[in-house]
């Protein structure tokens, strides 16, 4: 079945640096959604993209979609301690409306 | 408007007792999904129904049963709970997820923390 794998799976950086994480899906996606899910919450839905190439900007955070529509990337600029969580991409499997999730990357912020 | 509620937040159960974790939406949203969540494995899909008496299977349905004869309701029922069971829950609605067509994505009910001892 579907796959949609994020790397890193954990990631530490100081507070001010950047990060990434790479969303990889074995199979072409429509589009691709983002989400943050902070500790002890639930995710929250950030972005949705659809289009080859597209990129989108939310302040701080840069989403990309790859050209092949299997693959994704987040980064975040400058991070804050806010920035800390869990960040998901998800897709549509087979049928589109199966929505598989990735299996996250989990982001700490140290001041 | 309350959004997707869950209910209970918290809950202990022996193995083989059964139990249903409500889940409830006032956005008149067709599709809705129960997820798992395990440490390390991000959030797994049990199952999905694309609007009021239509559910299919997600990624790991075995030993959990949903219904939706509703729009707004969707439950999910353990049938005989084990310990594999363990995990956080969480119910998610969507107006057009997996179509491209909305921009919204998910909404997220504040998730049901199962133990089973």
């Known amino acids: 079945g579907q796959q949609v794998m994020q790397i890193p799976q954990y990631q530490h950086v100081q507070e001010g640096e950047d990060f990434t994480t790479y969303c990889n899906s074995s199979?072409?996606?429509?589009?691709i959604q983002w989400y943050k899910q902070r500790p002890g919450g639930h995710p929250v839905f950030l972005i949705q993209l659809v289009k080859s190439g597209e990129v989108k900007k939310q302040k701080r955070l840069t989403f990309q979609f790859g050209e092949a529509k299997k693959n994704s990337s987040l980064h975040i600029t400058a991070t804050q301690t806010t920035d800390v969580g869990t960040y998901f991409c998800?897709?549509?499997?087979?049928?589109?409306?199966?929505?598989?999730f990735g299996t996250g990357t989990r982001l700490k912020v140290l001041a | 408007n309350a959004g997707v509620t869950q209910t209970p937040k918290f809950q202990v159960l022996k193995t083989g007792q059964s139990m249903t974790l409500q889940c409830a939406q006032d956005m008149n949203h067709e599709y809705m999904s129960w997820y798992r969540q395990d440490p390390g494995m991000g959030l797994r899909l049990i199952h999905y129904?694309?609007?009021?008496?239509?559910?299919d299977q997600g990624e790991v349905p075995n030993g959990y049963n949903v219904s939706r004869s509703t729009t707004e309701d969707f439950p999910l029922r353990l049938l005989s709970a084990a310990p594999s069971q363990t995990s956080v829950y969480f119910c998610?609605?969507?107006?057009?997820?997996?179509?491209?067509?909305?921009?919204?994505?998910?909404?997220f009910g504040s998730g049901t923390r199962l133990t089973v001892v």
């Open positions: 199979t072409t996606l429509s589009n």
């Open positions: 129904s694309v609007g009021a008496g239509i559910t």
């Open positions: 998800a897709g549509p499997g087979a049928p589109r409306l199966k929505y598989i």
């Open positions: 998610a609605s969507s107006n057009s997820v997996g179509t491209g067509m909305s921009a919204y994505g998910y909404t």
